[in-house]
């Protein structure tokens, strides 16, 4: 079953908005990580944040993690019309797996 | 370093069919995941490997599917017989072992997309 998901499922923006994904899971992690998919393409580690931390930067990306809530957000400022993907979130527990969510799909429009 | 290498890109099969898909990984990198995507069920993790063993196989569905790693740069992936609802994207992803930092993030080949009619 999987354990994160991600909410909306698609969002539509204009190129310069910012897009903020959230995602919840269920069982408590080690880390929570954010993939992006290109169409046609494999997945590619974008951010991870730890469990011990409440937010982390990356460029454009920001990430928050809230355990008391099993929730984090992905929000990428001043998006790009390279920006459009499907975003994947997906935790770590106790091992060396990660279990994705289904992922959303993002559009920003130029 | 060229990243995961997957082969074949694309294959297409008739049901009944031996399948064997194939995956190089990042050189160095000691863990080898597979995993199956499909519209339906989205990200699936079949099997993984840590120094060439097997360490969890619960993902993959059924007797058909098998998967190997005869040493530490090649791991294949092999249905036999193949059946249509197998058809779907298969990734072979690479990590190495983060030393307990929880910090271990996941190399994603190109995928093979799988067709059986």
Known sequence: SQQGEEDPQALSIQEGENATMNCSYKTSINNLQWYRQNSGRGLVHLILIRSNEREKHSGRLRVTLDTSKKSS???ITASRAADTASYFCATQGGSEKLVF????KLTVNP | DAGVIQSPRHEVTEMGQEVT???????GHDYLFWYRQTMMRGLELLIYFNNNVPIDDSG?????FSAKMPNASFSTLKIQPSEPRDSAVYFCASSLYSGGTNTDTQYFGPG???TVL
């Open chain 2, 112 to 114: 093979t997309r799988l």
């Open chain 2, 21 to 27: 898909l194939r995956c190089k990984p990042i050189s």
């Open chain 1, 101 to 104: 969510g289904k992922g959303m």
């Open chain 1, 73 to 75: 957000s992905l929000l």
């Open chain 2, 60 to 64: 993959m569905p059924e007797d058909r």
